[in-house]
């Protein structure tokens, strides 16, 4: 199905979130844009809100998020009254422009906190922003989950769910750090389902130290027969320098790039034979689910949720470490959750670190975004001549070609989606308008 051409994967890009990335953000930008840019948001202009917790019951050492361990109650109580304190800060700054149509709480593991404190956060923006019956997510740990939080979700109509299950098999589990009884997941599936709650997302994971494509398979096969709504497979990336936490996995064990994509490649046939589609490259849907609506009419979106039908161009995020993302801006909060509180304390607003985006990002994030969620891009003259000479070994190949002036991907392009789309990274990429140059590149790693 999927051709293995190990040069071009050779090469880490970034996952393409945003465009610009993360690794991009400079400090000179903050606050004072952040301000400026909440000034210029429209009346009636939808909006999407992101809050993060970055807490969990129990520390997975494979996971690269931002979060510590919840056993400090009184740090977390201090955490969630920042929190709503920002919230209201923002609102109040909007000055009730905008209105929310999607909320999603993420971390960490939301379900860390008491379901008495989520309800009294959403409860909070839905008092203080213009919310009109918004779609509402949260991503939970099923090893912390009870039937207290489902019937919490149902009656604050949650409509969708994202469970991290990374893998079925106990010997990869204990390998990872993450142990997760398969009743776990089946029990708070059941109960969501009971209280109507039927839009479930699974997060699995290849790559994974120990891990072989029979034991890939028969995840698969559990996750079939589970039938969540959605499913997205993430490779593992091993970066025990960057996340000290990942040093307690024997990089040993790991599966090579060969194996990696082997996995990859597995994965992605077996999903969609049993009839999820293909979003990106690394999302799958039941036909019947607003995500595969969105890829069959091309409105697929991506942003630091992944591959989403949400088409809010602002989103909001809150908590420390969440990033904002405006038409012509992206800022990132305080990454620290101490100075994060002292800043709320203090009555300001918390980012400290983002990028103002030029005429060239914009467009660039455009032909970006356009290729990883519909695999096409109409470029105008000013990139086309740079384009076709930069891309020429990758149409030989076979994982492109073009229509006048629009560049497709072909089939079996999946893997190599993001390697084409940082062609046009203006940090990373080699293709530049009339030989252009670079822009000035941040010291951070890729992201």
Partial sequence: MWTYHPDLLSRPVPRYTSYPTAADFGEDVGAQHYMRALDAVESGAPLSLYVHIPYCEQICWYCGCNTGAANRKHRLTDY????RAEIAMVAKRLGGRGRV????FGGGSPNAIAPVEFVRLLDRIMTVFDCSRPEVSIEIDPRNFTSEWALVLASSRVSRVSMGVQTFAPHIQAAIGRIQPLDHIETAMTSLRMR?????NFDLMYGLPGQ?????????????RLAPSRIALFGYAHLPDMIPRQKRIDARDLPDDRERF???????LTLTQAGYVPVGFDHFALPGDP???AAREGRVNRNFQGFTHDGAST?????????????????????NAGPYRKLVGEGRLTPTRGVALNADDIRRGDIINALLCRGRASLNDEFLPTARAVLTEFERRGLLFWEDHDLVLAQGSEPYARVIAAQFDGFRGQIHPHGGAQRLHSAAPAC
Avoid at 101 to 104: E, G, V
Avoid at 316 to 331: E, N, Q, R, T, Y
């Fill in 291 to 293: 995500l595969a609506a």
């Fill in 196 to 200: 109507g709650i039927d839009a479930i």
């Fill in 101 to 104: 149509q999607h909320i999603a």
């Fill in 80 to 83: 969630l009254t920042a929190l």
């Fill in 315 to 335: 989103l909001l995020g809150f908590g420390a470490s969440a990033i904002s993302i405006f038409p012509d801006l992206i800022v990132q909060n305080e990454k």
């Fill in 212 to 224: 072989h494509l029979d034991d890939l398979d028969a995840t698969l096969q559990q996750t079939i």
């Fill in 262 to 268: 082997e996995q990859a490649a597995y994965g992605y």
